[in-house]
Structures are given as structure tokens and as C-alpha cells.
């Protein structure tokens, strides 16, 4: 059946079956491989992006439940070169190695920041509970979120 | 790769035509809401229907609300929201300790009661809490509604009273006075299906306990209603040792199967450890006793 999603702000059309996973109508559409597809389970959180601004798991739900939704994935959080608090944490602060959950990673704690702009450690350890990271540890992570709440919170200062 | 098997989509406008399209689609049609159960059913094979109908867009179905004296909460009514009510935190304390320990935050942002509540998985959390706030469920067909006790809403591992052309549209949760509740888990990690869970809500009537209702998640075929454990504390003060002994009623009536989450012992241990503790946090917040 044709479906249209909003990925990125941008009309996405295609003719699927039914039971195509958003993980792979986001692969494959529009090529977009920074969601990754992994434990297909909903348990390991690296195919989360957000609908409607909260996160959820790309593998676990159809593509036709998304019409008429909005879906962004981790490739809109650069803009103009310029890469999102969070994704600047994540580099500052050690948090992904062979960076496979990153994505979900960054996903899940964008819409956290989004809701909770400063979030206590515990906050944000609860907020990836979904997520499972298996190099890294958790420990930069928190920390690189903690470091995206504090650099926005300066920026805001100074606007 | 997981995929689901193939079927045929499509979207309910209304709570009527989800139902015409159920009459008219017959038994291999089914309702998906979060699809967070389902989904993942369909991948495995074990559920494999040949259509499905996404009653995602019947927000009527989503609200918790006060009315008269019970607590309505409808079908599509997401476990985050849940979480997040503070009319069911201040009544029935007994969702927010689940909510918390319901899969994850990411999970919680689509999954639902309706859909928790019919999937009707022994080890899923909301029916045990559904089933110790004595709570009715609203179903409906063509013909109109009936309400059916929780005591006899799962009737076999996976199975409902919900029929074929009917649909869960309301949870409804009768407010007593004197009410405390509490639910505690175990699980091997966040996130997880228990390895044993107990819900437990009392109402007490000064000094005594009016009524209590107990039921366990993940150790028996269906959520286990332990109402030998019920009978005991009508009528009583409550103390600990009458936590105590539910507790072991509790264990004595589970029957949990040996698996990867633990051999049967364990979780029967669990069981009433966990009954005892839900029941002494209930009874504390019945009091009052506990912040």
C-alpha cells in the first residue's frame, strides 16, 4: 500500500507492504542508514528515533502506523555542519566507541533534553534504560548528556 | 531479519467502524494499538493475523478521568500517561510503582493498557495491578457494551473474555475509601519481563481491613488472583504477620514454570516475599504512613 511519512520534515513516499518496520522504510526509502537496525526486539534502543517529538523504537512499529506522523532521525540533529549539544557531548565526553547504539543514544536523550533540560544523572540513566550499549559502558554517556545540558543551558544565558 | 508475516492494514476512524471491520474480517483479524505485545508476536509467528486494524488514531479511547466514583481510564491510554497521572498516583498508587518498572520510558511511549490488558501475558505487569484494584473492563461489540470483572476477564494463557468482533474500550477502577496500594517486581535487568511481581491494594475500615485483593504477575499460566490470601486479611487488623502469612498463601497458590528467568523455587519464593512486601507498603499508604 503507498504510504507518506514526514521524515526529517521531508515527504517520504513509497508503495510497501503492510508490515514493513520503520527501521527499514527509514534505511531504505530515503538511504537514510543512520538508524540502526539491531536487536529487532525493541530491547536494544539503537533503532529509536522520535514521532511526533518522543522517542520511539523503529522496530517496533509499521511504517503505515506512521502517516501523518513526524519522524526524526539522528541525521537532522546536524544543521548546517554545526552538530547538536548532544552529538558534540557524545565527542567531547568518550561516549561511543564502535558506535553502534549511538544513534538511539542521541535520539533517546534529545527528546529527554527536550523535556527535561536538566536532567539529574539518575534522570538521564533511566531516560536510556531502553538502550543498550555494549563498549562504551554507560558512564560517558551520562556524562555527555550531562556536558549537552550544561552547554545549553550557557548558551540559553546568553541569548 | 524479523519481519511480521504478511497481512492487511487499516485504520479505524471510529470505535464502530474498528468493530464493523472485526465482524466483518472475522477471526484472523486483529486489533493493534502500541503494538508493542503484538508485533512482536507476529515476528515470532505466534500470533499471525491476517489483518490487522490500528486503532491509533481513536483518541477518544486515551484519557484517565474521575468520574462519579470510580476511575475511568480508556483502551489506548499509553503507559506513560499512566505514569505521569496524578489522579490514578493519588487513588491508586499501585500504577506508578508498575508504570516505573514497565519495559522502558521508550517502550512506555507507545505501548497501552487496552493492549496490555488483551495480550493478557502472564507475566505482563497491568493485568496484575488491573486485577488487585478489582477492577471492570468495558468491552463492546455491535450489539453494545458489557462490563466484566477483572476476576473474569483472562480466561486461559493468552486468552480474554474479548471475542471475536469486540473490542476493550475502558478500564474502569471503582474508588473506595481507606484504599492503599502497592505493586513490587523482580526482574533480571531494566526493562525486563518480571521474574515474579505482586500487586496488592487494601481498603480499610479504621482499624480493619475491609477488603484486600492480591494477584501475581510471570508465575502461572494467567495472572494468579490469590483470593485464599484475600479472605485471610478481610476482616483483620493489619500486622505483619498477616503479611506474612498472605505471603505464603501466596506462594502455596502460584504455579510457576522452571525457566531462563529462574527455576520454579525462586520465583515461588519471590511470590510471597513480594506479596508480604506490596501488602506492608499498601497497608502504609492506606495509613498514610508512607511519603
Not at chain 1, 538511539?104 to 543498550?132: H, V, Y
Request: charged residues 25%; glycine residues 8%; hydrophobic residues 40%.
Amino acid at each position: 500500500m503507498q504510504v507518506t511519512v514526514t521524515i526529517n520534515g521531508e515527504a517520504v513516499s513509497r508503495d510497501v507492504e503492510p508490515r514493513t518496520l520503520l527501521v527499514h522504510f527509514i534505511r531504505d526509502t530515503p538511504g537514510l542508514t543512520g538508524t540502526h537496525w539491531g536487536c529487532d526486539t525493541s530491547n536494544c534502543g539503537a533503532c529509536v528515533v522520535l514521532m511526533d517529538d518522543k522517542p520511539v523504537k523503529s522496530c517496533t512499529t509499521l511504517a503505515v502506523m506512521c502517516e501523518g506522523h513526524e519522524i526524526r532521525t539522528v541525521e537532522s540533529l546536524e544543521v548546517d555542519g554545526e552538530l547538536d549539544p548532544v552529538q558534540q557531548g557524545f565527542h567531547e565526553m568518550h561516549a561511543l566507541h564502535c558506535g553502534f547504539c549511538t544513534p538511539g543514544m542521541l535520539m533517546t536523550s534529545r527528546a529527554l533534553l527536550d523535556e527535561n533540560p536538566d536532567p539529574s544523572d539518575l534522570e538521564i540513566r533511566t531516560a536510556i534504560s531502553g538502550a543498550i550499549c555494549r563498549c562504551t559502558g554507560y558512564k560517558n554517556i551520562v556524562a555527555a548528556v550531562r556536558w549537552a545540558a550544561e552547554h545549553e543551558a550557557s548558551t540559553r544565558q546568553e541569548a | 531479519m524479523q519481519t511480521p508475516g504478511p497481512f492487511e492494514y487499516e485504520r479505524a476512524t471510529s470505535v464502530e467502524g474498528a468493530i464493523a471491520s472485526l465482524q466483518r474480517l472475522g477471526p484472523d483479524a486483529r486489533i493493534i494499538a502500541g503494538g508493542h505485545s503484538l508485533l512482536p508476536m507476529m515476528k515470532l509467528r505466534l500470533a499471525n493475523p491476517e489483518h490487522l486494524i490500528d486503532i491509533n488514531d481513536l483518541t477518544e479511547l486515551a484519557y484517565i478521568r474521575e468520574e462519579g466514583p470510580e476511575i475511568l481510564i480508556g483502551a489506548m491510554t499509553r503507559h506513560v500517561d499512566l505514569l505521569e497521572s496524578e489522579l490514578l498516583a493519588r487513588h491508586f498508587p499501585v500504577f506508578r510503582d508498575a508504570e516505573q518498572v514497565i519495559a522502558d520510558p521508550v517502550v512506555r511511549n507507545r505501548g497501552t493498557i487496552g493492549g496490555s490488558l488483551c495480550q493478557a501475558d502472564a507475566a505482563e505487569d497491568l493485568s496484575a495491578v488491573c486485577s488487585a484494584a478489582k477492577a471492570n473492563v468495558v468491552i463492546r461489540n455491535a450489539e453494545g457494551e458489557r462490563v466484566v470483572a477483572m476476576g473474569d476477564f483472562h480466561v486461559g494463557p493468552f486468552m480474554t473474555a474479548v471475542s471475536d468482533g469486540e473490542i476493550l474500550t475502558e478500564v474502569r477502577l471503582p474508588v473506595r475509601p481507606g484504599g492503599g496500594s502497592a505493586h513490587e517486581k523482580v526482574e533480571r535487568r531494566a526493562g525486563d519481563f518480571a521474574i515474579a511481581a505482586a500487586s496488592a491494594c487494601v481498603w480499610l475500615d479504621g482499624d480493619t481491613i475491609a477488603d484486600a485483593g492480591i494477584a501475581l504477575s510471570a508465575v502461572g499460566p494467567t495472572t494468579i488472583d490469590v483470593t485464599r490470601a484475600e479472605e485471610v486479611l478481610r476482616g483483620k487488623v493489619p500486622s505483619e504477620e498477616l503479611f506474612v502469612q498472605a505471603g505464603e498463601i501466596a506462594a502455596e497458590d502460584c504455579m510457576p514454570m522452571s525457566d531462563g528467568r529462574g527455576p520454579a523455587d525462586y520465583k515461588r519464593h519471590l511470590a510471597g516475599v513480594l506479596t508480604k512486601r506490596a501488602l506492608r507498603r499498601a497497608a502504609a499508604r492506606a495509613l498514610h504512613q508512607e511519603a
